[in-house]
């Protein structure tokens, strides 16, 4: 018998769950791409399989927002909203901790939770998951940028008709032609075609490679040798990432875990459960940390007070406020940059009051500061690092905001601590990236041909020399077609990015106190100073010499 559909709230969206099983232990199950609840039930082999686990769990189905019986949504949800939207439907039930059982691209926001909710996680269990879904040399087995837009022309083109290419998720049941059916209308039922365009694309931005050590609960992690979807490889890498967690490589192709030797993987799901029923969760715990520079204008001028509530706005905790440095932790990332962009409105003169930086650490967040060990080291580094006026983030923090629509650009800062590899910068602000349409819900490719142009523009930065004929050559691609695709995703021309890129440099650099104008021209490609204030005041409508007396 179908168990009875419920609503949650999580914050103003219904998330529709079940609840059924006779087990005293609860587990949630955490689906991929898209999902229907209700129609779960009329699959022979799921609906036998999650019976199964119901003899030994109280488990808890549900579907995430945008998908299945849950509201819909237009725009991308972020992998916070996810969690969110998890610990809705565990309050909801009265589940205090749970096991995560996390199937393809749910097995993301498992991890995510695990790492940032340990006290309410007892173990994660995850079945074909990824850690990023786009091509890098460190991550070889995801899909280049062109095999993703074959799945954004299927979305679009055969999403309705059926033709979807299902097979390739379950080889074994390619000729079951009754499964076949059911499948496609289970994904059709469980996202729109603009719902699931949508989410593929936000899956397409998922990285969760830098949170992975970052899990310190019980993890079973399996994964089929022949997975066309998910390779062997990505298991490997995940597992050497998690500690102490377990892989099983089974035999098979099949990505669903309910077709092929389905009862390989329910027998090890059920000796894993038994065996990890209490887990005592250690103190630490992934937090996103905010750190603020304060430079007071009036000594006697004290906005604790708006900062507190800022703070607690966000759902955040104030763990150090002095004079000088301001450290917060939040659940997530993206509540730390949208309070430390309220923060920065807060301040009397943004160009002088604050400077913020944010990032992603293990603390004992309910610790002072100073017992934070490693942890406040790199608070020591982001508060040296803060830069007047602007809001770092961190690359850990960057690959956690898909789908958050904030606007991100690449930074030449790095983050420097002595005993851990250097974290790159990315500036959260109205400026280049604004100017030039680089935002984090943008297109995949224009996100990653974009940042690439302005990476590229950084390294030649001091060249006066530079300009469209050696960009073009850096790139392999002719001055047309350079431009060309310049204005589609930035509507400027390649003299004009390369223009606004060194000025914006130009800006950091004088707002550093650093060096002199003359030097700031000469180190961003201008060999005139004059015609270089000429254009920084055209750019930003005050000189260089005005913007340092102001500071």
């Known amino acids: ?6 609503y949650a709230k999580s914050g103003s969206i219904n998330i529709a769950y079940q609840v059924f099983g006779t087990g005293s232990i609860d587990l949630v199950y955490i689906p991929g791409w898209v999902s229907n609840i209700d129609l779960m039930w009329a699959c022979p082999s799921l609906s036998y399989f999650l019976k199964e686990l119901g003899k030994i769990c109280r488990v808890i189905l549900f579907d995430k927002r945008g998908t299945g019986l849950s509201d819909r949504i ?20 009265g589940s205090e901790k749970s096991i995560l059982f996390g199937h393809s691209e749910g097995g993301s926001v498992s991890a995510l939770f695990a790492a940032t909710y340990p006290q309410r996680t007892i173990s994660l269990i995850a079945f074909g998951i990824f850690a990023k879904r786009r091509y890098s040399p460190d991550y070889p087995w995801a899909p280049t940028d062109q095999q993703r837009q074959k799945v954004y022309d299927m979305i679009e083109n055969s999403w309705g008709s059926g033709d979807m290419e299902l097979e390739t998720l379950a080889p074994s049941r390619a000729d ?22 949508v989410l593929t694309r936000m899956n397409t931005l998922v990285d969760i490679v830098d949170i992975l050590g970052m899990v310190r609960v019980p993890t079973l992690i399996m994964q089929r040798r022949q997975d066309i979807d998910v390779k062997i490889e990505e298991g490997r890498f995940i597992s050497e990432k998690i500690p102490d967690s377990t892989l099983v490589e089974m035999e098979g192709s099949d990505h ?29 715990r992934l937090t996103a940390v905010l750190v603020a520079k304060i430079r007071r204008e009036n000594p006697t001028s004290s906005p604790e007070g708006s900062f507190r509530q800022a703070i607690s706005k966000f759902r955040g905790k104030l763990s150090h406020l002095d004079e000088e440095r301001l450290v917060a932790t939040f659940e997530g990332p993206s509540k730390a940059v949208h309070c430390g962009l309220e923060l920065m409105d807060l301040a009397t003169n943004p160009q002088r009051g604050l400077a913020i930086c944010i990032h992603m ?56 601590t002595t005993n851990w590899q250097p974290q790159a910068l990315f500036r959260v602000t109205d400026g280049i990236a604004s100017a030039t349409g680089s935002s984090q819900h943008g297109t995949s490719w224009s996100e990653s041909f974009l940042e690439g142009v302005i990476q590229c523009i950084h ?11 050696m960009l073009a050559d850096e790139l392999s691609m ?54 270089f204030s000429k254009c920084f005041k055209k750019e930003f409508g005050i000189s260089p010499s005005s913007l340092i007396s102001q500071y």
């Not at 001091?462 to 004929?469: A, C, R």
């Not at 800006?507 to 100073?529: H, R």
Request: net charge negative.
């Open 361 to 416: 650490l293990e603390t004992a967040s309910e610790e002072p500061v100073a017992n934070w060990g490693e942890a406040q080291a790199w608070t020591d580094a982001m508060w040296e690092q803060g830069l007047p006026g602007q809001l770092l983030i961190t690359q850990t923090a960057k690959h956690l905001l898909a789908g958050t629509g904030l606007t991100i650009s690449p930074s030449l800062h790095t983050l420097k």
């Open 176 to 197: 079951d032609t009754q499964f076949m059916d059911w499948l496609a209308q289970y994904f059709r039922s469980g996202a729109s075609p603009s719902a699931a365009m």
């Open 256 to 284: 669903l875990f309910w077709a092929g030797d389905s009862q390989e993987v329910l027998d090890c799901m059920k000796a894993f459960i038994l065996q990890n029923q209490v887990h005592p969760h250690g103190d630490k």
């Open 459 to 469: 390294t030649h930065l001091d060249n006066e020399q530079f300009g469209l004929n």
């Open 478 to 531: 002719s001055g047309r077609q350079l431009q060309r695709k310049l204005k589609a995703v930035s509507n400027k021309s390649p003299s004009q990015l390369i223009s606004s890129v060194r000025l914006h440099r130009a800006k950091e650099l004088l707002l550093s106190q650093k060096y002199v104008v003359s030097e700031i021209a000469f180190l961003t490609g201008f060999s005139n100073p004059s015609y």
């Open 74 to 93: 237009s725009e991308l949800s972020t992998l916070e909203e996810r969690m969110d939207d998890l610990r809705a439907v565990m309050d909801a039930v």
């Open 1 to 6: 018998m179908k168990p009875a559909t419920r």
